[in-house]
């Protein structure tokens, strides 16, 4: 069980400290994501959002909610987007009990293909209901008139 709790602190470790070389955290944000005495508790409002339809090159926004239902400061350690078409900006200051936090992911359709579209936003946070969460946001991306002219 020991070796097991070490593990996943190493890992832990590994995901906040190796793979986040120039974010903005502060030692203390650090500290506290790796603190599980303090971990706390977080509900996400809008784990999945509708885009609906959306012309091929197309840009559009979609924004996700976080409250801290718990009794510790939430951290979001750290927001990414599984594809290179998808950008994503959060609340990176801590999310004090009580207080929503937002993650907005930008995606550009210029190389999606057309048809359905279902992409995902991992977010690691210092919570007890599980350390990762997928965020989801789906539509359809159809061809543009001058597009389909073109064939």
């Known amino acids: 069980m020991k070796l097991l709790v070490f593990i996943s602190i190493c890992l832990l470790y590994f995901t906040i400290f190796a793979c986040h070389k120039g974010k903005s955290e502060t030692n203390a944000d650090m500290k506290a994501a790796l603190d599980t005495a303090h971990y706390t508790l977080v509900k996400w409002m ?3 959002v509708q885009f609906g339809s959306i012309h091929k090159g197309e ?17 979001l350690v750290d927001v990414r987007p599984v594809c290179g078409c998808t950008v994503a900006d959060y609340t990176k200051h801590p999310i004090m009990p009580g207080l929503e936090g937002i993650i907005e992911a930008a995606l550009n359709s210029e190389h999606v293909p057309v048809g359905n579209v279902r992409k995902t936003i991992i977010v690691n946070t210092n919570t007890k209901n599980g350390t990762e969460h997928y965020l989801f946001f789906e539509g359809q991306v159809v061809a543009d008139s001058a597009t389909i002219l073109k064939f």
């Open 46 to 48: 809008d784990s999945t």
């Open 59 to 75: 840009h559009i926004t979609v924004r996700f909610r976080c409250k801290n239902i718990g009794n510790e400061p939430l951290i």
